[in-house]
């Protein structure tokens, strides 16, 4: 493989390092504290307000940002059509930069100025984590957390009003480690590890199954560019797989530090860090130049999806989504962020369209841990919402990229955290197609 002489990056991955995986209190009526978990704060009879904290702006806005813009545009594809129960959805989106002291700001913006009804899909684990418990303390309900954080799921006692959207980052790293065990028992595996609850939670998943299998671990810092020393020490331990849970910035600077190292590996980046055009730009950018930009930047490279991707233009789902952004989508191309964006704005509508014509924060609530598990939608295995639990997608499939696309490598697999069973999904939910309205009926 040709080497690539590597150049100070510092300030190339400036706009991109923290891209982070991708990715509520209020009904305790003993002790007077909470909210009125009842409330119709943001409901009227022809409007609901909800809202969302995003990096608009800042490091972490590249393909992030394009999220919101991929849910207003099914937003308002819901509103041409007459809403949700005669109510319009106005969609208030707030620029935290990715910085949590600024997300606390715009979040009491939200709650305060905007008065949402509920906080939808705000992204990012340390960003969240500042304002998650004052969303259930004021009894708001926080739906679609993206962020794969056991944090938002796996104890609705503590956080009742709180829901995840994405699969959880341990079933994912399940679900690759029992992959890898079966199918590459001889491998030498190293795993390269976000430097938080991201690596945290994957490395319990894939010791499950890779206990006996795993020769290495690094972990990075999310801020620092200088990936060199872990991927030489991978490359020392005499791994010959890695497993990378990191964010796209940092698989482009893993795979260049190979380049540059003589260092081949084969990888398997989890879901979060995994998008080949964005990966494949930053790795141009990265390198100056001496890497071109493409689509086969990761080919080769196995990886985890849960939803249909751009690629799959037969999909129905996909072909609704390009449907919905040419219709209402603003300036550029629909891309793999704004499908995201779209996929949660369609269970969000499909909750409220379930919860009726009164609508009330207990009733949403009330709604998704009763009904929220059957929820239809393009997520190829089904939710896990209900009393016990709040994490979200319960499964995913295995692929291998080429190109723009990919080759899919199993059936779509779901388990749940601890020692739950990994099992081909029966539910048929990956056979789910929309209606022919593009609205949840």
């Not at 996929?343 to 509508?349: D, G, I, P, Q, T």
Request: net charge negative; glycine share 12%; with cysteine.
């Amino acid at each position: 493989m040709k080497q690539v002489r590597l150049t100070p990056v510092a300030a190339l991955v400036a706009s991109a390092l923290v891209l982070s995986a991708c990715g509520a209190g209020g009904r305790d009526d003993d002790d007077g504290d909470a909210a009125d978990s009842g409330s119709t704060v943001g409901v009227t009879d022809d409007k609901v307000t909800i809202g969302a904290h995003f990096p608009l702006t800042g490091v972490a806005a590249p393909g992030y940002n394009e999220i919101p813009t991929g849910a207003r545009a099914y937003f308002d594809f819901v509103n041409a059509n007459g809403g949700v129960h005669g109510r319009q959805i106005e969609y208030v989106v707030r620029d935290d930069a990715y910085n949590p002291t600024n997300t606390t700001k715009v979040t009491n913006e939200l709650l305060l100025q905007d008065e949402i009804f509920a906080m939808v899909g705000g992204l990012g684990t340390p960003t969240h984590s500042a304002v998650v418990d004052q969303l259930n303390e004021e009894g708001v309900p926080d739906l679609f957390v993206s962020s794969g954080s056991l944090m938002w799921g796996d104890d609705p006692e503590a956080r009742p009003m709180t829901f995840g959207w994405q699969p959880d980052y341990e079933s994912e790293a399940k679900i690759i480690g029992q992959y890898v065990a079966e199918n590459m028992p001889d491998a030498k595996v190293g795993l390269f590890l976000q430097d938080d609850d991201f690596g945290e939670d994957a490395e319990k998943g894939a010791r499950q199954f890779l206990e006996e299998q795993i020769v290495g671990v690094e972990r990075y810092t999310s801020g620092n560019t200088d990936v060199g020393p872990q991927i030489a020490g991978l490359q020392g331990a005499g791994a010959d797989l890695v497993l990378g849970f990191n964010t796209p910035a940092y698989t482009a600077l893993a795979r260049l530090v190979s380049l540059s190292l003589g260092y081949e590996p084969q990888w398997f980046v989890s879901s979060v860090g995994s998008d080949s055009p964005l990966v494949g730009s930053l790795l141009a950018e990265f390198s100056e130049g001496a890497v071109k930009p493409g689509a086969g930047a990761l080919d080769g490279v196995m990886t985890t999806e849960y939803i249909p991707t751009l690629d799959q233009g037969d999909d129905p789902w996909v072909q609704l989504w390009e449907r919905v952004w040419e219709e209402h989508g603003e300036k550029g191309d629909l891309s793999n962020y704004k499908i995201y964006g779209m996929s949660h704005a369609y269970a969000l509508v499909q909750a409220l369209q379930g919860v009726g014509e009164d609508l009330t924060r207990e009733g949403l609530v009330e709604f998704m841990e009763e009904q929220g598990e059957g929820l239809d939608g393009p997520q190829l295995a089904p939710f896990r919402y209900g009393t016990d639990s709040h994490l979200g997608i319960s499964g995913m499939r295995i692929v291998e990229l080429e190109g723009r696309g990919s080759k899919e490598l199993t059936p779509v697999l779901v388990t749940d955290i601890g020692d739950a069973e990994i099992t081909e999904d029966t539910s048929g939910q990956a056979d789910d197609a929309p209606p022919e309205s593009g609205i949840p009926e």
